[in-house]
């Protein structure tokens, strides 16, 4: 959304910081920032509202609170609108559909449709808006201002003073306010006066009740609508406003009195007229939300160790009431915060304003110790197994073109989950045969250890393809089904690991010794040294990659491999670990060659 810096200033006494200060600012604690543009003496902030903050944040008042906690700066209170002479009473609301969860009226008559002025039509243009009169312009800058959608009727083209909230007719001709003409249906929510439809509601408003330079009399809309409701409207539609955008990410219904005031108040300011009968329909309530956190919830779950003196500080920015009961915080939030659901939404505010910068990285420590499961076990068996016959392992998509799962996939041919392994094997087999000169294999085998998706439950298969026969077999059946002798002595190795141990996350280094031994010597005896000096960082068998004799000895040429789960290790590490093997070798009286 484009924020200007002149109108952000408007929510302040005190002068805001410079506009680049301000944009580090919400980089470093609230949002992206795509662009700064600067424009006249103003700056425009084109800022990256996220979803979930897009109910409140979408607006020169929201970024303006936030401008407020992130530098501490009391923002100004609007006086409350004094209230003139009501007319008659005969404005009828009657909502038909609860996907409008709030509608307000108000009639203003009187009013002088004239060009916007200077300072209203500049803000509006600053952040790429047009401007149109004096009353639409007011509509648009309250909504870019509070993030409340608004809309002006002629009230003198309505066939009553009486607004309907319904669905729209099957295959109900529209003419929108750019002329353009499309067909609604029973599933759009629409404005109606009592003859037709007036405002698809929450998309865009109809060519029949536009405000003109004719205009004397009003009635302003401030509502409240389900978020899905507009957006599937617009996109059947393929209308896609500025309205649209907000009410379909969901805007709370306790926003519209306040963008009421505001409109109210404004279109008073710049076309005159007299404010009169204002009807709100409203079923629900402005319920408060109470959050409870301790301290120590907040510092275990950010990483960091936050001063009480600062979360008090920045719950008091934020200007939310709280007390504090013992070890918890209780907090009250305001309506208008959807977005904060519980303690980790609070976390998260206390924790972005405080700095995510102070927090120092460490990784964490991984459990080296974690039971194997049986399954895993099993899964180790039928690889080593198989293997062991000569089948090389083929990992196929879980994503097929049909099955009994749908899921949403980008791909038309893959949004489904498979029901089966033999699909993929039967690709993988004919693939793998058209290559296997290049293996230099003279055939074919292959197997595969998945999941599978069919009669309402997941089940682990083991697929096999050799020549022509492809077949799958659950997991279980496939251990049960394997010659005994050979289970018993593969399954003796497996077992006696009796816990999992991950690789590690870091580079390993290598070290090569070849060492002169007196030919009657065997090379294990060399091999053992290495082992029991090669401390826990060798992280496998040394490796005897060459050896030749000469002269009554051998030389044994080994490669060694060490590897830390903690660090990169370094040369100053592992020259002294090399060094103590030198010395374990000469004892022995050999020689590294």
């Known amino acids: 959304m484009k924020i200007s810096y002149n109108w952000l200033q408007k929510y302040f006494e005190a002068k805001l910081p410079e506009p680049e200060i301000v944009a580090d600012g919400i980089i470093f604690h609230a949002f992206e920032i795509e662009e700064m543009e600067k424009i006249g003496d103003d700056t425009i902030f084109e800022i990256k509202i996220l979803p979930d903050r897009a109910h409140d944040c979408l607006s020169h008042w929201g970024i303006a609170k936030e401008v407020s906690v992130i530098f501490n700066l009391k923002m100004k209170m609007l006086a409350p609108l004094p209230r003139q002479g009501l007319d008659k009473g005969d404005l009828e609301i009657e909502v038909k559909d609860n996907h409008c969860r709030r509608y307000m009226g108000q009639i203003i008559r009187g009013v002088k449709i004239s060009p916007s002025p200077a300072w209203l039509a500049l803000a509006l243009t600053s952040i790429g808006q047009k401007s149109i009169n004096n009353v639409v312009d007011a509509t648009n800058y309250v909504m870019f201002d509070l993030g409340n959608p608004i809309h002006a009727f002629d009230l003198d083209k309505l066939a009553s003073p009486k607004i309907i909230v319904g669905p729209a007719l099957a295959k109900e001709n529209f003419t929108l306010l750019d002329g353009k003409d499309v067909v609604l249906d029973e599933k759009m929510l629409t404005i109606r006066d009592e003859k037709e439809a007036l405002v698809v509601a929450g998309v865009k408003g109809g060519k029949k009740a536009e405000v003109n330079e004719l205009t004397s009399n009003i009635m302003i809309e401030v509502a409240n609508f389900v978020p899905v409701t507009v957006r599937k409207a617009a996109q059947k539609l393929g209308i896609f406003t500025e309205s649209a955008k907000r009410f379909e990410n969901e805007i709370s219904p306790t926003l519209a009195p306040l963008a009421m005031e505001a409109i109210t108040r404004l279109i008073l300011e710049v076309a005159g ?321």
């Open 273 to 593: 007229g007299e404010a009169g009968e204002l009807v709100d329909v409203y079923q629900g309530q402005e319920i408060s939300k109470n959050i409870q956190f301790t301290r120590n919830y907040l510092n275990n779950l950010l990483g960091l160790e936050i001063p009480p003196a600062a979360i008090d500080d920045i719950l008091h920015r934020f200007n939310y009431n709280f007390k504090l009961e013992g070890e918890t915080y209780q907090v009250e939030i305001s309506p208008l915060r959807l977005d904060l659901t519980g303690p980790h939404d609070l976390a998260e505010e206390i924790g972005r304003i405080y700095g995510y910068e102070k927090i120092i990285p460490t990784l964490p420590q991984a459990d080296f110790h974690r039971q194997a499961s049986l399954v895993w076990s099993q899964i180790n068996l039928a690889k080593a197994y198989l293997s062991s016959q000569g089948f090389s392992e083929v990992m196929n998509y879980t994503f097929a073109n049909k099955g009994e799962v749908e899921i949403m996939a980008s791909a038309s041919d893959k949004n489904f989950l498979r029901t089966n392994l033999i699909d993929g094997l039967k690709k993988s087999f004919e693939l793998n045969k058209l290559n296997a000169p290049l293996f230099g294999q003279s055939e074919i085998k292959i197997f595969e250890i998945g999941t599978v998706f069919a009669s309402g439950q997941e089940t682990l298969m083991v697929g096999t393809a050799h020549k022509k026969e492809i077949k799958e077999l659950a997991l279980a059946d496939f251990i049960k089904s394997l010659p005994v002798d050979f289970i018993s002595s593969l399954s003796q190795g497996l077992t006696t690991q009796k816990y999992f141990k991950p690789w590690s996350v870091y580079p390993f280094m290598t070290r090569d010794i070849a060492v002169w031994l007196p030919i009657e010597e065997k090379a294990e005896s060399l091999k053992q040294i290495l082992k029991e000096e090669g401390t826990n960082l060798l992280i496998k068998e040394p490796t005897l990659f060459d050896s030749f004799s000469k002269d009554g000895r051998t030389s044994y040429a080994y490669r060694l491999v060490f590897q830390s789960y903690d660090k990169t290790l370094t040369d100053e590490e592992i020259n002294p670990i090399m060094e103590k093997i030198n010395q374990k070798i000469s004892a022995h009286g050999w020689q590294v060659r």
